[in-house]
C-alpha cells in the first residue's frame, strides 16, 4: 500500500469514528430529552396506581372488621415470599369507630397521624420512585344526618378535640404536586386527578 492509500485509509477510519460518536450524541440526547418530556407522566400514573393500591387495602381491612364483628383492631396475618420460604408476618391495625384505619392511641414519637395509617396500611417507606411522600391531616368537621345531630349544636372546647375528630383526611403528596387523601370518617380516597 502507498502512502498515500495509508492516508486515505486513516482518515476514513477518522470520519467513520466521528460519525459514530456523532449518532450515540444525538440518539442519547433524543433519549433524554424523551425522559423528561415524559417523567411527569409516568410520575402521575405510578402514584395514581398507588392510590389505588392504599384504597384497595383500606377495603379490604374494612371488609374483615365487618366480618369479625367490628372490632377496635384487627391483626393482619401476611404471607412474605423470599428465597424460597415463605413466612406469615402479623400486622396490628387500629381502625375508628367506622371501621377505616386510623393511628392506634398513644403513637409513635415524631411521625404524625397519617404518617402511622401510611405504615399501617402500606407496610413501606413514604417514599415514590426515589422521591419523599409528603402527609399532612387535613381537619374537616362531619355534618351529621338530620336525624343524629343533636339539639343544641356541641362546639369543640380545643383543637385536640378537632384531631381526633373522625372527619379528619390525610393528604398523601408528592413534590410534583400530585396527591391522593383518605377520608377518615367514610373510607374514600381521592386522587388529585379527580
Known amino acids: 500500500m502507498s502512502r498515500q492509500q495509508q492516508v486515505e485509509k486513516r482518515e476514513r477510519s477518522l470520519i467513520e469514528t466521528l460519525m459514530v ?3 450515540v450524541v444525538v440518539l442519547m440526547a433524543s433519549f433524554i430529552y424523551y425522559y423528561f418530556k415524559h417523567q411527569a407522566g409516568v410520575s402521575s400514573v405510578g402514584f395514581n396506581a398507588l392510590s389505588h393500591s392504599f384504597s384497595a387495602k383500606l377495603t379490604s ?3 374483615q372488621w365487618l366480618m369479625e364483628g367490628k372490632p377496635a383492631s384487627l391483626v393482619l396475618l401476611t404471607s412474605l415470599a423470599g428465597e424460597g420460604v415463605q413466612a406469615r408476618q402479623q400486622q396490628r391495625v387500629a381502625l375508628n369507630a367506622y371501621g377505616w384505619v386510623d393511628a392506634p392511641p398513644g403513637g409513635k414519637k415524631n411521625l404524625s397521624r397519617c404518617d402511622l395509617i401510611w405504615q399501617q396500611v402500606m407496610d413501606m417507606p413514604m417514599m415514590f420512585l426515589k422521591s419523599p411522600v409528603s402527609s399532612l ?3 374537616r368537621p362531619v355534618s ?3 336525624k343524629d345531630k343533636p339539639r343544641e349544636p356541641v362546639r369543640p372546647s380545643s383543637r385536640e378535640q378537632y384531631r381526633q375528630h373522625p372527619g379528619s383526611i390525610c393528604r398523601y403528596s408528592l413534590l410534583s404536586g400530585e ?3 383518605y377520608h377518615l370518617f367514610n373510607g374514600t380516597v381521592e386522587t388529585s386527578a379527580g
Open 179 to 181: 396527591y391522593f387523601q
Open 144 to 146: 351529621l344526618p338530620e
Open 21 to 23: 460518536i456523532l449518532l
Open 61 to 63: 381491612v374494612h371488609a
Open 137 to 139: 391531616e387535613l381537619i
